[in-house]
């Protein structure tokens, strides 16, 4: 058990709606890193919320977006969603300057039909 | 984007035999950390590395940081069915930045 809860565990929706995961950190961790696993793959990093702000966002285009709230949690909004964002949405806390390791989630397991 | 290449992607062993597997890379990382995922759940951190040529143990499990900085290994002994997942490993460049992850190796344990 890391601490961190993930909501909801499973979703279904269809091309172009909008969906929004929810991630609570570990408790003392002020960082949430969200990342996107296809089915058989690493996980790939979509961006980072250190203390409300972003601080790093990988390739992944805008209809990705996020926010972090005052108690450190987080969501990840997908817009206009297509079939290749199926895929399980991790997310990670940590906490900055205290080493690097980052503690999962179980996952949000997204399908886009 | 950058990514870490990890071997093997797969393997069967019998109990109680000994594991190795490995991560390299074209770039220098200032942080390695290996994983556990088993279905349906998110990784599961084994062991993090934090200094070139650091050696660390957690039970059956050792894993070295490169002298290089540039790969990493992790070893599991006399292995037991629950060790059966995928086991990635994931590096950081940059202070607080985000894990570039490798590809997996599955695992399997024969009884």
């Known amino acids: 058990e890391t601490g961190v809860t993930q909501s909801p565990t499973h979703l279904i929706k269809t091309r172009g709606q909008q969906v929004t995961l929810r991630c609570s950190s570990q408790?003392?961790?002020?960082?949430v890193s969200w990342y996107q696993q296809a089915l058989g793959q690493g996980p790939q990093f979509i961006f980072q919320?250190?203390?409300?702000?972003?601080?790093g966002r990988g390739n992944f285009p805008p209809r990705f977006s996020g926010l972090q709230f005052p108690n450190y949690s987080s969501e990840l909004n997908v817009n206009a969603l297509e079939l290749d964002d199926s895929a399980l949405y991790l997310c990670?806390?940590?906490?900055?300057?205290?080493?690097?390791?980052?503690?999962f989630g179980p996952g949000t397991r997204l399908l886009v039909l | 984007g950058q990514q870490l290449n990890q071997s093997p992607q797969s393997m069967f062993i019998q109990e109680g035999e000994d594991v190795s597997m490995n991560c390299t890379s074209s770039?220098?990382?200032?942080?390695w950390l290996w994983y556990k995922q088993d279905p349906g759940e998110g990784p599961v951190l084994l062991i993090a590395?934090?200094?070139?040529?650091e050696l660390t143990s957690n039970g059956r499990l050792t894993a070295q940081f490169g002298i290089t900085r540039k790969d990493s290994f992790l070893n599991i002994s006399a292995s037991i069915p629950s060790d059966v997942g995928i086991y990635f490993c994931?590096?950081?460049?940059?202070?607080?930045?985000?894990?570039?992850f490798g590809e997996g190796t599955q695992l399997t344990v024969n009884p």
């Open positions: 990670a806390s940590s906490r900055q300057g205290a080493g690097e390791t980052q503690y």
């Open positions: 408790s003392g961790h002020n960082t």
């Open positions: 919320y250190y203390r409300e702000e972003k601080n």
């Open positions: 770039s220098i990382f200032n942080t």
């Open positions: 590395l934090y200094k070139a040529g």
């Open positions: 994931a590096g950081i460049q940059t202070s607080g930045s985000r894990l570039t």
